[in-house]
């Protein structure tokens, strides 16, 4: 008696088959709507079926449209770290629960060696940085992670000497550019000024770090924690009545200072927040 199951060979074939009718039946726009609904991890594996699907999701067109939809489905990043390691490793979770459920799972997007400090993030992409110690010179190491891609982009080192570096990435909504902020402190030993510098990030073209100066004046630190990133502009606060403001596009640095009444004695537990796409500081 015959095997009533087909041949592996056959199988394959009429996979082959289907796979030729789906992609010459079904309407092109239609393609990209089902593409856009799936996660991230699923489109890079996508991008091999065909050299079709390969420039559809690598599209401008399609990304924008995948990084809305995105932005509709907020998720809240976080790090764990081994005790006595290096590594570091990234975790994900939706920051509503549609479920309504009491819990949350979240989800392991990458494993970072080497980086010591989380500089921020901003549409996904995540800024760290590490320092390289070598007295009397410091370098620091600038990179920028994209978790769902799992795609490393390293920036130049910054060599700050003694003085602290921190560094800030940004988003330029016009011309569609992450940018990254690096600020080298003020220090008051050996008296060398507070230096600004800004660096594009991308794969296609040579990075570098391009000085910009402080218009206003005015020198700080520290940059606190707590900076938002508004309408194309980002703002970090420097101390109880200072905020510095950072025009993405123009690539200028201002320092705001804040009204009198708002004024506190501890800034570090007060919070810039976004309400309708106005600035206000919670203190």
């Given at each position: 008696m015959k095997d009533s199951q087909p041949s592996l060979s056959r199988r394959r074939r009429d996979l082959y088959h289907?796979?030729?009718?789906?992609?010459?039946?079904?309407?092109?726009?239609?393609?990209?709507?089902i593409l856009s609904l799936l996660p991230a991890k699923s489109l890079l594996q996508f991008q091999s079926v065909s050299k079709l699907w390969f420039s559809t999701i690598r599209s401008k067109t399609f990304v924008d449209s995948f990084l809305t939809r995105s932005k509709n489905r907020p998720r809240l990043l976080f790090t764990f770290y081994l005790k006595n390691s290096w590594e570091k490793f990234l975790f994900s979770a939706p920051e509503y629960d549609d479920d309504k459920s009491s819990s949350v799972l979240a989800r392991y997007d990458m494993t970072i060696s080497d980086l010591d400090e989380i500089c921020?993030?901003?549409?996904?992409?995540?800024?760290?940085?590490?320092?390289?110690?070598?007295?009397?010179?410091?370098?620091?190491?600038?990179?920028?992670?994209?978790?769902?891609?799992?795609h490393i982009m390293k920036l130049p080192d910054v060599t700050s000497g003694r003085r602290y570096v921190d560094a800030l990435i940004a988003y330029d909504t016009v011309e569609d550019q992450y940018k990254v902020l690096c600020v080298k402190m003020f220090d008051r030993k050996t008296q060398q000024q507070q230096e600004h510098f800004v660096c594009t990030v991308s794969s296609s073209q040579k990075q570098e770090?391009?000085?910009?100066?402080?218009?206003?004046?005015?020198?700080?630190?520290?940059?606190?924690?707590?900076?938002?990133?508004?309408?194309?502009a980002l703002y970090y606060r420097i101390d109880q009545s200072r905020i510095v403001r950072f025009d993405v596009r123009a690539e200028k640095i201002e320092i705001i200072k804040t009204p009198k009444e708002s004024h506190v004695s501890v800034a570090y537990d007060s919070a810039l927040i976004d309400y309708n796409g106005k600035l206000y500081w919670d203190v």
């Open positions: 289907v796979g030729n009718c789906t992609t010459t039946t079904i309407p092109l726009d239609l393609i990209i709507e921020g993030s901003v549409n996904g992409f995540v800024c760290f940085r590490s320092v390289v110690s070598s007295k009397p010179v410091c370098n620091n190491k600038i990179t920028v992670y994209n978790p769902t891609t799992r770090w391009r000085k910009i100066e402080n218009t206003t004046g005015g020198s700080y630190k520290c940059v606190l924690l707590g900076h938002i990133f508004i309408d194309g």
